[in-house]
């Protein structure tokens, strides 16, 4: 069975400030790929960043960084210098492989709202 | 090129009535899935469909929900008989046949029953 946690429902910070949404998730599969996706007031959820199992180096994109910690079980998504535009609810999805299952499992979301 | 697209985009349904959603995936996406996504909820797994494989229909709620999909084209999802609790955003993905892919996701279709 697979688990995606993310225990923060909601954050809530004022614009330029740095802040990291937790992820943690179980999976007895080997091989997985973790995603992100953020999803905006206008709802449609957008792809961010995809990881597979072997990969743990951190990724860095513009104001967005990702830290993949196999040993921790963690995939923790930093927005730095934080802006309006991020307010939106952030999933953390898992893909694992066993048994040729394709089907993902998602998180409950975080609400990140950024204020000005 | 184009998206995954949804409609009707909002449905507003009396109680007991059937309805039909669509979903139009991105052409060459052999893989499509269904969700559903209450108010303030994440994702709720319904559906999945890859090529022309048998559906793995083990996250539909009741027998009254069922869904279609013809070859590796559009799909519909249809709930008879919709129930108050059916109110929700039903969201499409679809995605490459590899697992490794990310998924590519409509806007939703709103349904709301009255």
């Known amino acids: 069975a697979q688990k995606v946690t993310q225990a923060q429902t909601e954050i809530s910070v004022v614009e330029k400030e740095d802040v990291t949404l937790d992820c943690v998730y179980e999976?007895?599969?080997?091989?997985?790929?973790l995603f992100w996706y953020k999803q905006p007031p206008s709802g449609e959820l957008v792809f961010l960043i995809r990881?597979?199992?072997?990969?743990?180096q951190n990724e860095i994109s513009g104001r967005y960084s990702w830290n993949f910690q196999k040993s921790t079980s963690s995939f923790n998504f930093t927005i730095t210098a934080s802006q309006v535009v991020d307010s939106a609810v952030y999933f953390c999805?898992?893909?694992?492989?066993?048994?040729?299952?394709?089907?993902?499992?998602f998180g409950r979301g975080t609400s990140l709202i950024v204020h000005p | 090129g184009a998206g995954v697209s949804q409609s009707p985009s909002n449905k507003v349904t009396e109680k007991g009535k059937d309805v039909e959603l669509r979903c139009d995936p991105i052409?060459?996406?052999?893989?499509l899935y269904w969700y559903r996504q209450r108010l303030g909820q994440g994702l709720e797994f319904l559906i999945y469909?890859?090529?022309?494989?048998?559906?793995?229909k083990s996250g539909l709620p009741s027998d009254r929900f069922s869904a279609e999909r013809t070859g590796e084209s559009v799909s519909t999802l249809t709930i008879q008989r919709t129930q108050q609790e059916d109110s929700a955003v039903y969201l499409c993905?679809?995605?490459?046949?590899?697992?490794?892919?990310?998924?590519?996701f409509g806007p939703g279709t709103r349904l709301t029953v009255t």
């Open positions: 999976t007895r599969d080997t091989t997985y790929y």
């Open positions: 999805a898992l893909r694992g492989l066993s048994g040729g299952s394709y089907i993902p499992t």
């Open positions: 993905a679809s995605t490459l046949a590899d697992s490794s892919y990310e998924q590519y």
């Open positions: 469909f890859q090529g022309n494989s048998a559906p793995d």
């Open positions: 990881r597979n199992s072997f990969d743990e």
């Open positions: 052409s060459g996406h052999t893989a």
